[in-house]
């Protein structure tokens, strides 16, 4: 049998979907996909021993079908991130990956990875094509050892057949390694974030309607390297009379339980993480969407996905100005300062839900439906070539 093997840059439950997770559905659809759940870039930190576990656990019976033509793979990495080891444990991935695909007589087409770390699966799996598809600076996540991961991400790119990122300053640092790079900006489920969830119940949902109005909201990873903490408790001290909520998982990825042990003002209101397809009823809660990015490298070369999934559902979105979202800066208030947040929210609040227009663009060039069709086109290219 012929399939795909994607190397995610998430395990396949996290908490939120990403580009891996999508990219391996939509694959699905129409060729066998075997999903290699990412092995991290760094040793786990004492607040992440719990979710060890589980993976470890999942890597005794690694292979497991969670679709008519999707399986997960779950690789034993070995404790060895430095520089001077971190290839040799990509390697140990991929001679995994390579021993069951012999073993089950599966034949890789094409190797989708979006992490460094999957060089040893790019290398080794015997794919016939390979894609690094870069969504961030990986090198620059906390606790990681950044040059380990540099080279990694140097010798992707330049054995890659091609090389996507999802915006020019993930480009401008690719062009030199690479010999085709392609920019694909990122694209929204926008399924799932344009149908009618009225009928969603959830005990977060019941919550959030007993906080007094206005709320100001923001949905994803509530870790320090991605939100400035900081700036939304000034927000909120400055206006104790709207309430601010958090919803999504603390500390994910960080090096410190940081968020997770933060006082902060009463009218902040957090929120464990909730499935993904309750979000869209989430953000229908909120009156304003926030994006308070943290000032970190990291989101210097970031897209955060739920800009589009926030103006899909019609709210007005405030956030600070990150280079990726450039060329959609008159879809959002832009606002650096708590006191400039303040205005633009204010703002924001008298505006009140946006028109169709934004979503009805969203819809029709930034969903998944037409990225699908760009990366069979993709993968027909070089198969065919």
């Known amino acids: 049998m012929r399939v795909d093997v994607v190397y995610g840059s998430a395990l396949w439950h996290a908490p939120t979907k990403v580009n891996c997770h999508f990219v391996a559905e939509r694959l699905a659809q129409e060729v066998p996909v075997v999903f290699v759940e990412s092995v991290g870039s760094r040793l786990p930190r004492a607040h992440e021993w719990r979710r060890l576990g589980p993976r470890l656990l999942r890597s005794l019976r690694p292979l497991k079908r969670v679709g008519d033509k999707l399986w997960v793979m779950s690789p034993l990495p070995l404790p060895a991130y430095g520089s001077k080891f971190v290839k040799g444990n990509s390697a140990w991935v991929g001679w995994q990956i390579w021993a069951m695909l012999a073993l089950r007589r599966w034949r890789p087409q094409v190797s989708w990875i979006f992490h460094p770390m999957g060089l040893g699966v790019a290398r080794l799996s015997g794919a016939k094509r390979r894609v690094y598809y870069c969504i961030d600076d990986y090198a620059a996540n906390p606790g990681v050892d950044a040059e380990a991961v540099e080279h990694l991400e140097n010798d992707l790119a330049m054995l890659a057949d091609v ?55 923001y949905v994803g990873n509530l870790a320090s390297y991605k939100i400035d903490m900081d700036l939304v408790s000034s927000i909120a001290a400055s206006r104790p009379d709207w309430a601010i909520v958090l919803v999504g998982p603390r500390d994910m990825g960080d090096t410190r339980r940081r968020i997770g042990n933060v006082s902060l003002p009463p009218n902040i209101h957090m929120f464990e993480a909730v499935p993904h397809d309750i979000t869209p009823s989430i953000i229908d809660r909120f009156d304003v969407c926030l994006l308070p990015s943290a000032k970190h490298p990291v989101m210097n070369s970031s897209f955060p996905l739920k800009f589009f999934e926030y103006v899909l559902r019609e709210r007005p979105v405030v956030g600070k100005s990150l280079p990726a979202l450039e060329p959609f800066r008159e879809w959002f208030y832009q606002a650096e300062s708590p006191a400039q947040f303040v205005v633009a929210i204010e703002n924001a609040l008298a505006e009140g839900p946006r028109d169709g227009t934004i979503k009805r663009k969203t819809t029709e060039l930034f969903g998944w439906n037409e990225r699908a069709r760009l990366l069979f086109e993709l993968r027909g290219e070089l198969l065919d070539g």
């Open 163 to 217: 090389t996507l990122v999802t915006g020019e300053p993930l480009a401008k640092r690719l062009r030199n390694r690479s010999d085709d790079v392609r920019i694909v900006p990122n694209v929204a489920d926008t399924v799932l974030f344009t149908a009618d969830h009225s009928h969603v119940r959830h005990a977060v949902l019941t919550a959030l309607e007993d906080i007094p109005r206005p709320r100001l909201g």
